[in-house]
């Protein structure tokens, strides 16, 4: 609720902002108090045990939403909307949802239709840099290029992927040059270190492999615990 206003002052619709009205509708039983703008974005009703109840509860949540709707709307900033609500001619209650106008039957004006926008767009991440292109190139090369597949890496159980990606990235930094690191968990003719960025590559490329074999295998070992609990 903006500074100022009272539970008894209609705040402007904060779709639209236009001004908001109250109105009752309905006779004896059926009878029920509403809150909606001029332009019938929304529509809002109240409940409660006797008309002053309802009438309070739908002013109060019409307000309470109305005071907090301004700055996510400011947020969202759509353009296009995805979808359109039609409401029922006479209750101005929605109906059904369409993804184009066309859909609709011809005799629905525009003011029976509502806009539906989607969320905002996700935030536009950096570009990648020549680092990261060459670490996901890398691993590419060494699934086509080498075997070492999903399937794989899955074998390797000992944290041997990640072993190896240790020694290339020490023999980045100039460690045991001309030497095979004793943690270095393969035959030694796999052992191709270039003593600089490319070793760094390579790491970075056997690290993302060690991580991926090892969430595959916490995805297999929660189905396993799933399949055993059935």
Same mark, same amino acid.
């Given at each position: 609720m903006?500074?100022?206003?009272?539970?008894?002052?209609?705040?402007?619709?904060?779709?639209?902002?236009?001004?908001?009205?109250?109105?009752?509708?309905?006779?004896?039983?059926?009878?029920?108090?509403?809150?909606?703008?001029?332009?019938?974005?929304?529509?809002?009703?109240?409940?409660?045990?006797?008309?002053?109840?309802?009438?309070?509860?739908?002013?109060?949540?019409?307000n309470?939403?109305?005071?907090?709707?301004?700055?996510?709307?400011?947020?969202? +900033?759509?353009?296009?909307?995805?979808?359109w609500?039609?409401?029922? @001619?006479?209750?101005?209650k929605?109906?059904?949802?369409?993804?184009?106008?066309?859909?609709?039957?011809?005799?629905?004006?525009?003011?029976?239709?509502?806009?539906?926008?989607?969320?905002?767009?996700?935030?536009?991440?950096?570009?990648?840099?020549?680092?990261? @292109?060459?670490?996901?190139?890398?691993?590419?090369?060494?699934?086509?290029?080498?075997?070492?597949?999903?399937?794989?890496?899955?074998?390797?159980?000992?944290?041997?992927i990640?072993?190896?990606?240790?020694?290339?990235?020490?023999?980045?930094?100039?460690?045991?040059k001309?030497?095979?690191?004793?943690?270095?968990?393969?035959?030694?003719?796999?052992?191709?270190?270039?003593?600089? @960025?490319?070793?760094l590559?390579?790491?970075? +490329?056997?690290?993302?492999?060690?991580?991926? @074999?090892?969430?595959?295998?916490?995805?297999?070992?929660?189905?396993?615990?799933?399949?055993?609990? +059935?």
């Amino acid at each position: 609720m903006s500074k100022g206003a009272t539970m008894d002052d209609i705040l402007p619709c904060p779709f639209c902002g236009a001004k908001a009205a109250k109105h009752e509708k309905g006779k004896g039983a059926s009878w029920y108090p509403t809150i909606h703008c001029v332009n019938w974005c929304c529509e809002i009703g109240g409940t409660g045990g006797t008309r002053d109840l309802m009438r309070a509860d739908a002013l109060k949540r019409w307000n309470t939403r109305s005071a907090a709707a301004p700055a996510a709307q400011a947020d969202a +900033a759509p353009s296009e909307p995805v979808a359109w609500m039609t409401l029922d @001619r006479d209750t101005r209650k929605p109906v059904m949802a369409v993804l184009s106008l066309t859909d609709i039957d011809c005799d629905i004006c525009e003011e029976l239709t509502i806009p539906l926008y989607a969320a905002p767009p996700a935030a536009a991440t950096a570009p990648l840099t020549d680092a990261a @292109r060459d670490v996901l190139a890398e691993r590419q090369r060494q699934v086509t290029a080498e075997g070492w597949t999903p399937a794989h890496d899955d074998e390797h159980t000992e944290s041997e992927i990640a072993l190896a990606a240790a020694c290339y990235a020490m023999a980045a930094g100039g460690y045991a040059k001309g030497q095979t690191p004793p943690n270095w968990p393969w035959s030694l003719s796999w052992w191709k270190p270039a003593y600089g @960025r490319r070793d760094l590559i390579k790491a970075g +490329a056997l690290i993302l492999a060690e991580s991926e @074999r090892i969430d595959r295998a916490a995805i297999a070992a929660s189905a396993d615990k799933e399949t055993d609990c +059935a």
